[in-house]
Nanobody, 119 residues
Framework: HVHLVESGGGLVQAGGSLRLSCAPA????????MGWYRQASNKQRELVAI???????NYADSMKGRCTISRDNAKNTLYLQIDSLEPEDTAVYYC?????????????WGQGTQVTVSS
């Protein structure tokens, strides 16, 4: 597993924007997917967006057009930009990474960062 370090959560007014950051504590070339999930109170964790091997990015339908994943390879950091935030976006956001090793796949999660959108 990799230790993922997140930052960027907080309190934002509806209509505002936020950028979350995630970086593995130690670089790992075995990571082939990174992205973000979120979990609101009393709801299941759900996909926000995931980038596959630096190429294709898949976004949840509710986030399309409002959310962008980007990477800074020099800093080994993944960013999630969310615009036009809505109160329904309030949740704990978790960074996720998948490693593919010779002995299987490993899934790692960050500690979570709270995003609260006020109306």
């Amino acid at each position: 597993h990799v230790h993922l370090v997140e930052s960027g959560g907080g309190l934002v007014q509806a209509g505002g924007s936020l950028r979350l950051s995630c970086a593995p504590a130690v670089f790992s070339s075995s990571i082939n997917a990174m992205g973000w999930y979120r979990q609101a109170s009393n709801k299941q964790r759900e996909l926000v967006a995931i980038n596959i091997n630096g190429g294709t990015t898949n976004y949840a339908d509710s986030m399309k057009g409002r959310c962008t994943i980007s990477r800074d390879n020099a800093k080994n950091t993944l960013y999630l930009q969310i615009d036009s935030l809505e109160p329904e976006d309030t949740a704990v956001y978790y960074c996720y990474a998948k490693q593919v090793l010779s002995n299987g796949e490993y899934h790692s999660w960050g500690q979570g960062t709270q995003v609260t959108v006020s109306s």
